[in-house]
């Protein structure tokens, strides 16, 4: 009696596994046929990092927040004595995607935002440029508008940005001057 017992408890499992599968066979595929669909990625994707250069302030915060120090930078001084950028380079072999140095950037010009399609065949490609120095003199920016920007377009980029900021800054308040009526009135001595 229990061996009979024990087929049919047995027999039963094939029909319970199967509706497994089976309950998903009708339902909307998930699978995506990349490469030739893509998923639309979500606003807060840490992807590939990118660097906005125009709006770059070259504090070097982010190359400090980075604990494998990755990020690779280097300043000169510009003709109006503000810092630019003369390297800034990201080793993505060895980044950890943690995302420090997004959250140091005072600017945000450093952002995760660069997609998930990195593959290349050389692992010397795996280094991230954001300035590329083309002669002596020349020099050429990423931006995230704009691409690839001579540096003099990024330093106009850089201006408009700062106008930007001070036009939509809260007017400071008014200096009170003092009402010379209502100042209290300093004892005499008698
Ligand atoms: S994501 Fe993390 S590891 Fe990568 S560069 Fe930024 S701080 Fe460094
Ligand atoms: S923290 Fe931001 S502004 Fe400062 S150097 Fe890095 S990317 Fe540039």
């Keep these: 009696m229990t061996k009979i017992m024990k087929f049919f408890k047995d027999a039963l499992t094939l029909p319970k596994g199967m509706a497994v599968p089976f309950k998903y066979m009708f339902q909307k595929t998930a699978t995506v046929q990349y ?32 604990p494998v120090q990755c990020i690779k930078i280097q300043k000169i001084r510009g003709d109006d004595k503000k810092f630019i950028a003369h390297q800034f380079d990201i080793d993505i072999t060895t980044c950890l995607f943690c995302g420090l ?58 201006s408009i940005e700062e106008e930007k900021k001070k036009a939509a800054a809260p007017p400071k308040p008014a ?14 001595e008698k």
């Design 35 to 66: 490469p030739e669909e893509r998923k639309n990625i979500t606003e807060r994707f840490r992807g590939l990092l990118i660097n906005d250069v125009p709006k770059c302030i070259v504090c070097e915060l982010c190359a400090k927040a980075c």
């Design 101 to 158: 140095c997004t959250e140091a950037c005072p600017t945000r010009s450093l952002s995760m935002e660069g997609g998930y399609e990195g593959s290349v065949y050389q692992k010397e490609e795996l280094v991230a440029h954001f300035v590329v120095q083309q002669s002596e003199t020349e020099f050429m920016v990423y931006s995230k508008e704009e691409g690839w920007i001579p540096y003099i377009r990024a330093k106009e980029l850089a």
């Design 175 to 188: 200096a009170s001057t003092p009402n010379p009526s209502s100042q209290t009135e300093i004892p005499k």
